[in-house]
């Protein structure tokens, strides 16, 4: 490899082009970057270190826990809280916001996180990964619930770490999007995938088939065209993929297009769809959006939404743009299909 520029490097480099930006941001994400090489080592070790299997006990959304979704959360509070360059966090795996210890100084960024994302995978040895998003928060403040309930438009950054045959970091600040791999070697994350973007067109989707019967009309719709093939009115051939993992289905996409989605569906009308806005939808629209993709709920800009709990689930379309146009527009209407 000739290409060596670490993710410090490049953060750095980045950050000297944008007026008005200190150290701190960079300060922060290398925290991030040191939770995340450290939760990488541990799935790598699986049950070499015993961290496989169920905890015993449920989140706040009434899911399992594994083992390694406590194990992560801790990891990531732990590299997070003293540093001084955050004000407070929020992650799935915690009710409420996670307030800085008293004894710490307190900075001006807010993390939220999503430690393990795809956490039924790791019993069966797939691919996971960890989810985050940083909101700048009001200095001098002890930041209050309200802090955080900012539209996803607002994230000055978002990234998401990929544990699968190599440990990846997808990134960006607002100013496209990149990749790095973490070389175990030299323990550094370096840029292997500048300026990834996601080609316009696709012939491949991502939807767990089994929940159908659930969905509303235009998915339906949408999914059922796709199969038709090259005999429906696509007139081509779709392939599908369903990893049970959104962090390796968005790598995926950057990588050779494709359009993701967990919509809306009837089975708990309490619930507006499987994944969380905060640390899952936004975090990953931001991305989606950046590498030149979109992301919709089907019916809203999901970084337009005003979110109104931490918790919130919202449905979650995403991919390339004009797919992704395609099944907004069966949500609008019925009939014509627009370009978005
Ligand atoms: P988490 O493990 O953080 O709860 O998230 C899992 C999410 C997402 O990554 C994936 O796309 C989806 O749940 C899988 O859901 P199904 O098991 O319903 O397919
Ligand atoms: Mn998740
Ligand atoms: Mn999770």
Redesign the pocket.
């Given at each position: 490899m000739t290409n060596h520029v670490t993710l410090t490097q490049f953060i750095i480099e980045q950050q000297r082009e944008l007026p008005g930006v200190s150290g701190t941001f960079t300060s922060l994400l290398n925290d991030v970057v040191t939770a995340c090489k450290k939760i990488s080592h541990l799935v790598n070790r699986g049950d070499l270190v015993g961290v496989l299997g169920s905890a015993g006990s449920e989140n706040v959304?009434g899911?399992v826990q594994k083992k390694l979704?406590i194990i992560t959360h801790d990891i990531m509070v732990d590299a997070l809280n003293w540093t001084g360059h955050l004000a407070g966090m929020a992650s799935?795996e915690m009710d409420g916001i996670i307030r800085i210890p008293p004894q710490y100084p307190k900075g001006k960024y807010l993390a939220l996180f999503?430690p393990?994302?795809?956490?039924?995978?790791i019993d069966v040895n797939l691919a996971?990964?960890t989810?985050f998003s940083i909101l700048r928060c009001r200095e001098g403040v002890e930041p209050e619930l309200e802090d955080f309930l900012r539209k996803g438009a607002e994230q000055v950054c978002a990234g998401f770490v990929l544990y699968g045959p190599s440990t990846m970091m997808v990134l960006t600040t607002g100013h496209g999007v990149n990749g790095f791999t973490l070389d175990q070697d030299i323990g550094e994350f370096i840029l292997t995938h500048p300026g990834m973007t996601i080609p316009d067109e696709t012939c491949e989707f991502a939807i767990?088939m089994?929940?159908r019967r659930f969905w509303e009309e235009p998915v339906r719709r949408y999914i059922d065209e796709c199969l038709q093939g090259s005999e429906g009115i696509r007139e081509k051939d779709f392939n599908m993929r369903?990893?049970?993992?959104?962090?390796?289905?968005v790598y995926r996409i950057l990588t050779r297009g494709g359009v993701?989605m967990?919509p809306y569906d009837l089975r708990d009308p309490s619930k507006a769809g499987?994944?969380?806005l905060m640390y899952?939808a936004n975090p990953m629209a931001f991305i989606i959006e950046q590498a030149g993709g979109a992301c919709s709920t089907g019916r809203e800009r999901v970084l337009d939404i005003m979110p109104t709990g931490l918790h919130q689930r919202v449905p979650v379309i995403l991919g390339s743009k004009n797919e992704v146009g395609r099944i907004v527009d069966y949500h609008k209407n019925e009939g014509a299909v627009e370009a978005v």
């Amino acid at each position: 490899m000739t290409n060596h520029v670490t993710l410090t490097q490049f953060i750095i480099e980045q950050q000297r082009e944008l007026p008005g930006v200190s150290g701190t941001f960079t300060s922060l994400l290398n925290d991030v970057v040191t939770a995340c090489k450290k939760i990488s080592h541990l799935v790598n070790r699986g049950d070499l270190v015993g961290v496989l299997g169920s905890a015993g006990s449920e989140n706040v959304q009434g899911e399992v826990q594994k083992k390694l979704d406590i194990i992560t959360h801790d990891i990531m509070v732990d590299a997070l809280n003293w540093t001084g360059h955050l004000a407070g966090m929020a992650s799935e795996e915690m009710d409420g916001i996670i307030r800085i210890p008293p004894q710490y100084p307190k900075g001006k960024y807010l993390a939220l996180f999503d430690p393990l994302d795809g956490s039924s995978n790791i019993d069966v040895n797939l691919a996971v990964g960890t989810i985050f998003s940083i909101l700048r928060c009001r200095e001098g403040v002890e930041p209050e619930l309200e802090d955080f309930l900012r539209k996803g438009a607002e994230q000055v950054c978002a990234g998401f770490v990929l544990y699968g045959p190599s440990t990846m970091m997808v990134l960006t600040t607002g100013h496209g999007v990149n990749g790095f791999t973490l070389d175990q070697d030299i323990g550094e994350f370096i840029l292997t995938h500048p300026g990834m973007t996601i080609p316009d067109e696709t012939c491949e989707f991502a939807i767990n088939m089994s929940n159908r019967r659930f969905w509303e009309e235009p998915v339906r719709r949408y999914i059922d065209e796709c199969l038709q093939g090259s005999e429906g009115i696509r007139e081509k051939d779709f392939n599908m993929r369903w990893i049970a993992s959104m962090v390796a289905e968005v790598y995926r996409i950057l990588t050779r297009g494709g359009v993701f989605m967990y919509p809306y569906d009837l089975r708990d009308p309490s619930k507006a769809g499987r994944l969380r806005l905060m640390y899952e939808a936004n975090p990953m629209a931001f991305i989606i959006e950046q590498a030149g993709g979109a992301c919709s709920t089907g019916r809203e800009r999901v970084l337009d939404i005003m979110p109104t709990g931490l918790h919130q689930r919202v449905p979650v379309i995403l991919g390339s743009k004009n797919e992704v146009g395609r099944i907004v527009d069966y949500h609008k209407n019925e009939g014509a299909v627009e370009a978005v």
